[in-house]
């Protein structure tokens, strides 16, 4: 049991519940403990691809974080809230009319490195306090720019409904993007104000919305004691990352914490393997392996 369940997270859930949901699969199936972690928050108001780690696989959660994500998004233009999405207060309206060229047009000068203002209402820490913690008592919250990249982004779809334009884009990113900031950033660039009204997460590092599974379908699968038919192996979530066949004798150097010499490898991290058994994620340089993070299988 060692290795990566996918969910498919319902609008509304935390990215901790969706952890909590599958220890308790984990214990609702009789499979005995594990850590669990996931890969990569995602906003109760955004649903899709949320990668939670069991046992050893915990070990990369880290690189999950890390990993690029995409995201399809929906701007209503004409009225921005507070949180940036649609269960915020209303702070500023705009009368200037947008059309579908118009987001097209601007689009392209936001691919590539850009710096963004994450939102008020993010996790990130204020002074050891939570920002939206100190949003939420009123109090006003100045967020430093951030560096990120946008790698890809696409028109999808537009459409008017109430008098106000709705735009839904596809967007590739790096990891510290907030998609919520990408829409209000988009929005003035044509002159108005908007914020999120849809978002889902459909892929996160390798993994994509083909990997995810329901609620519904993990508790069933936890009843019915064949979680592990829904388990992706620990190697999944290293799929960019080659894999480099061992000895004994050498799987026994690295799991003592010992590097090896002489490997015929290129620099680089490699995924250290005796046989079907993972030894370790381990980098490669001049013929040497070390290990970076060594597995108990």
Not at 60 to 77: E, N, P
Request: proline share 4%.
């Amino acid at each position: 049991m060692h290795g990566w369940i996918i969910l498919d997270k319902p609008l509304g859930l935390g990215s901790t519940q969706g952890v909590s949901a599958v220890k308790r699969a984990l214990r609702d199936g009789k499979y005995g403990k594990y850590k669990v972690g996931h890969g990569g928050t995602l906003d109760p108001l955004a649903t899709g691809v949320l990668p939670v780690a069991i046992g050893e696989a915990t070990k990369l959660a880290g690189r999950m974080l890390d990993s690029d994500k995409v995201y399809d998004f929906t701007i209503c233009f004409g009225v921005e809230t507070d949180t940036l999405d649609a269960e915020g207060k209303e702070t500023a309206r705009s009368d200037t009319s947008v059309d579908h060229a118009d987001v097209e047009d601007v689009l392209v000068d936001f691919i590539g490195p850009i710096q963004q203002v994450p939102p008020a209402y993010s996790a990130l820490k204020v002074d050891g306090e939570r920002a939206y913690d100190l949003a939420r008592a009123g109090e006003t919250v100045e967020l430093k720019k951030r560096d990120v990249t946008i790698h890809d982004l696409r028109f999808q779809e537009w459409w008017n409904e109430d008098g106000l334009q709705y735009a839904t884009l596809t967007a590739h990113v790096s990891k510290g993007t907030y998609i919520r900031s990408l829409a209000r950033d988009i929005a003035h660039a044509v002159g108005s104000v908007g914020h999120v009204t849809y978002l889902r997460r459909i892929k996160a590092g390798p993994f994509t919305l083909e990997h995810a599974i329901s609620l519904d379908k993990l508790t069933d699968a936890a009843k019915e004691r064949r979680l592990e038919e829904l388990i992706l192996p620990l190697r999944a979530g290293l799929d960019d990352i080659p894999a480099l066949s061992l000895t004994p004798d050498q799987a026994g150097l690295l799991r003592s914490g010992q590097q090896v010499i002489g490997a015929a490898a290129d620099d680089g991290l490699v995924f250290a393997m005796l046989d079907d058994v993972p030894v370790a994620l381990a980098e490669v340089q001049s013929g040497i392996v070390r290990v970076v993070r060594g597995f108990n299988l």
